[in-house]
């Protein structure tokens, strides 16, 4: 009985398991082919993704390797300005680990976009008038309006960036043991005495003018750096940038290189303040950025000029620009503006000599570069402008429209 029992739990353990696995197998197959469908269906989104992962890969400009021991972990404040993100590709391009801090006030994303998502490049949205905290080996620290448009427009916010922002970035450079780089500013001899300005001369500063805010907030940055090297030992270096042109320029930027090749793009009058008899010297910003690098990697502690010696009128300079242009627009003469510097020209032997820098990048060359750039913005402006559509009429149903 007890093997009759048996038998017939093992012939229905038997024909349970029998119609299990035909059931599995069924379903098995069942589930094959909609795997396959589905596989078939994604193969193609596949290679579409791995096509985009190449692109994205490709897209980046090219990089330099470098080893462990030579990359350098470097933070550029304002790194998303118009010299800023210049000074980014360089620096990127040499294969460096760049951080850009920018509040965006005058910097734009646009600027660097190019890099974002490459694994040495990081931005971020930060005020350096707050502190920050990241692990650096050199600041480029170049956070400030540097026109005098957007510089007079909040004065108050100028001093903060320029000292607050200062103070908390020679903080950090002491808490981390980074180099930093001022950037300063042939604005600090003022309104000058002494032609072509060397880095001897103090300077001619209208303290309580309409111009101080940035001036001042220069040279109060250029004494805390040196405060921050005596005191605690802090490796400073500090650039004192003259008149400085090229591609980024912000379009609404108001000083005079963008302003006369905007106005001669667009057959405008080119707006001359004063008779146009004061000078400037201007450089193209490849030539500073390579200043800036040469400055930040040498063992000279006191300011440096970084400027193209090449003095012009601004008059001169707008019949130049209207020539490059090939523009009809008139010159227009309107009221001086207050405490408007009448001279200005660097004296570079310092850093041709120390340094072994000088600029290379004749005016007009560059102009062109300028001008090209303004060109392709006015045309991406107009491409990019919103023009509403015409709205269609709203026809209820069901009603009569009275008109
Ligand atoms: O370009 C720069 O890097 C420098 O620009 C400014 O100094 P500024 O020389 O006054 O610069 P601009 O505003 O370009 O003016 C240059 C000259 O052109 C004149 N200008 C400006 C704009 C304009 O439409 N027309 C015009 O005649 C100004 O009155 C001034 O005499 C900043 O104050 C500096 O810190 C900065 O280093």
Avoid at 103 to 112: A, E, L, M, W, Y
Avoid at 129 to 138: A, S, T
């Amino acid at each position: 009985m007890k093997l009759l029992t048996g038998i017939a739990l093992v012939a229905y353990v038997a024909s349970v398991w029998g119609n299990f696995v035909n059931m599995r197998s069924l379903q098995d197959n069942g589930d094959q082919k909609v795997e396959n469908k589905i596989e078939e269906a994604i193969a193609p989104l596949r290679e579409k993704i791995k096509d985009l992962e190449k692109s994205f890969t490709q897209k980046y400009p090219p990089v330099k390797f470098l080893s462990e021991k030579d990359r350098k972990r470097i933070l550029i404040t304002g790194g998303a300005g118009f010299v800023g993100s210049h000074l980014t590709d360089k620096l990127m391009m040499d294969g460096h680990e760049v951080t850009v801090v920018d509040n965006f006030f005058t910097g734009r994303k646009r600027n660097v976009e190019h890099w974002i998502g490459h694994e040495n490049f990081e931005l971020i949205n930060h005020d350096v008038v707050e502190p920050l905290y990241v692990e650096v080996d050199q600041i480029y620290h170049l956070a400030s309006p540097a026109s005098p448009p957007n510089y007079m427009y909040n004065p108050i916010k100028t001093l903060k960036t320029n000292t607050i922002g200062t103070l908390n970035m020679l903080g950090l450079a002491k808490r981390v043991g980074a180099r930093l780089l001022l950037a300063s500013t042939s604005e600090v001899y003022g309104d000058p005495e002494v032609h072509p300005q060397n880095e001897d001369y103090w300077g001619h500063v209208n303290p309580i003018g309409p111009r101080a805010c940035y001036d001042e907030g220069k040279r109060v940055a250029e004494t805390m750096c040196y405060a921050y090297m005596k005191q605690e030992g802090v490796e400073v270096r500090v650039a004192r940038i003259f008149n400085t042109f090229g591609p980024r320029m912000h379009m609404n930027d108001g000083r005079v290189v963008s302003n006369f090749i905007l106005q001669a793009l667009q057959g405008e009058p080119l707006t001359v303040y004063g008779p146009g008899t004061q000078t400037r010297a201007f450089q193209y910003v490849s030539d500073l950025v390579n200043g800036l690098v040469a400055l930040m990697n040498s063992n000279v502690s006191s300011p440096v000029n970084l400027g193209n010696p090449e003095e012009h009128t601004i008059l001169e300079f707008a019949q130049l620009i209207k020539k490059l242009v090939g523009s009809g627009s008139e010159i227009q003469f309107l009221s001086e503006a207050q405490d408007d510097p009448q001279k200005r020209k660097p004296d570079i032997r310092k850093a041709k000599l120390l340094l072994g820098w000088e600029p290379v990048v004749p005016l007009e060359e560059g102009l062109n570069k300028a001008i090209h750039y303004f060109r392709k913005e006015l045309e991406y402006q107009a491409n990019n402008q919103y023009i509403p559509k015409p709205k269609p009429a709203r026809i209820k149903k069901g009603r009569t429209r009275h008109n």
